[in-house]
């Protein structure tokens, strides 16, 4: 699924407007949501808003339509638990949205308020993973255009839902070339990405878990505004949030498995080292014991007067590093 691109939040509530039925569409932007006129019969209006809201909008969402000050307090909250609460005028969903930018896993509140015929949903940053529900609205003769604020309820937590797929396949892909990077060499790089995969699992899996924990007292206690025309299609969203918690799980356990591997490789590396450096220094023993013997400071030692004692030490020390090199490979030490 496309996303669009996260900026950075400038504190300026960004609303765009989408009113449509079965046969017509109309989008468009406004600065205040008193700047919006009453909705047409048959008409299903969707009001979102990015870069959370301020005062006037706060007041505004209060007065215009009537949305009770813990609501709004909650929607002003950061990090919270995503939940769900039917009041009697009106249903409040918050959820997660989970979308990658710039190679980095960006985590955002949304918060959704659903009545009859509008649906507002509330982010803290510019930007959404809604593209492909927005071309599933213009299209004409869609299931969406033919369908009530329930089933827009649902397309939105769908959509954040398959973000959550996408991003677990990504994950498992990466796992899988890490795996191969870490045979070929274990360095300090490769823990690190290791460490990041696991960061993110980690998000995920704090997002995911609770969102399906709402979804499914919205299943278990279902609301007026959730007709049972819909009610299904909830169930298949909390069937798959089911599904990618058990990948969060897997990835969890491959990650595990990947962290092992690293120690592994490494220590097999380094046993590698060592062993190398004890042949040699065991190669240098009888070497050094012929110099130590040699260069001991005796008046009469028998050799000192041979002519040739000089290059037959060296063949003897020569003969005996051979021979030591091919016994080591004959007993496959290296």
């Not at 919270?80 to 009106?90: C, F, N, V």
């Not at 896993?105 to 949304?110: G, I, W």
């Not at 507002?120 to 930007?127: C, T």
């Not at 028998?302 to 037959?312: D, H, M, N, V």
Request: proline content about 3%; overall charge negative; hydrophobic content about 40%.
């Amino acid at each position: 699924m496309n996303t669009s691109p996260v900026q950075k939040n400038d504190n300026i509530s960004k609303i765009r407007i989408t009113d449509y039925c079965s046969e017509s569409i109309q989008e468009y932007s406004v600065n205040r949501l008193n700047e919006l006129t009453s909705i047409k019969d048959g008409y299903i209006r969707w009001i979102d808003i990015d870069n959370g809201v301020d005062k006037e909008l706060r007041n505004q969402l209060e007065n215009i339509y009537n949305i009770h000050p813990v609501v709004l307090s909650s929607i002003l909250e950061k990090n919270k638990r995503p939940k769900l609460e039917d009041y009697e005028d009106y249903l409040f969903v918050n959820a997660t949205m989970i979308h990658r930018n710039n190679d980095t896993l960006v985590t955002e509140a949304l918060n959704i308020i659903i009545k009859d015929n509008y649906v507002i949903s509330i982010g803290n940053m510019d930007g959404d993973v809604f593209d492909d529900l927005r071309k599933r609205i213009r299209t004409l003769g869609s299931h969406i255009r033919k369908s009530g604020t329930d089933y827009l309820l649902y397309s939105i937590l769908d959509s954040i839902t398959d973000v959550y797929f996408d991003l677990l396949y990504d994950l498992e892909e990466k796992i899988d070339k890490l795996e191969e990077e870490i045979i070929k060499n274990s360095s300090n790089d490769i823990l690190a990405k290791i460490r990041e995969l696991k960061n993110d699992i980690l998000s995920i899996s704090k997002s995911i878990i609770p969102l399906k924990e709402s979804r499914s007292l919205l299943i278990s206690e279902p609301s007026q505004y959730i007709t049972d025309t819909t009610l299904p299609y909830m169930k298949d969203v909390y069937n798959h949030m089911t599904e990618a918690i058990e990948m969060v799980e897997n990835c969890r356990e491959m990650v595990v498995e990947l962290m092992e591997l690293f120690y592994t490789t490494a220590s097999n590396n380094l046993n590698k080292i060592i062993k190398v450096l004890t042949i040699i220094s065991t190669i240098f023993i009888p070497l050094t014991f012929i110099v130590g013997l040699y260069g001991m400071n005796f008046k009469y030692m028998p050799e000192f007067g041979f002519k040739w004692s000089y290059p037959i030490l060296w063949v003897i020390m020569l003969s005996v590093t051979a021979f030591m090199v091919l016994y080591f490979k004959k007993k496959k030490w290296f």
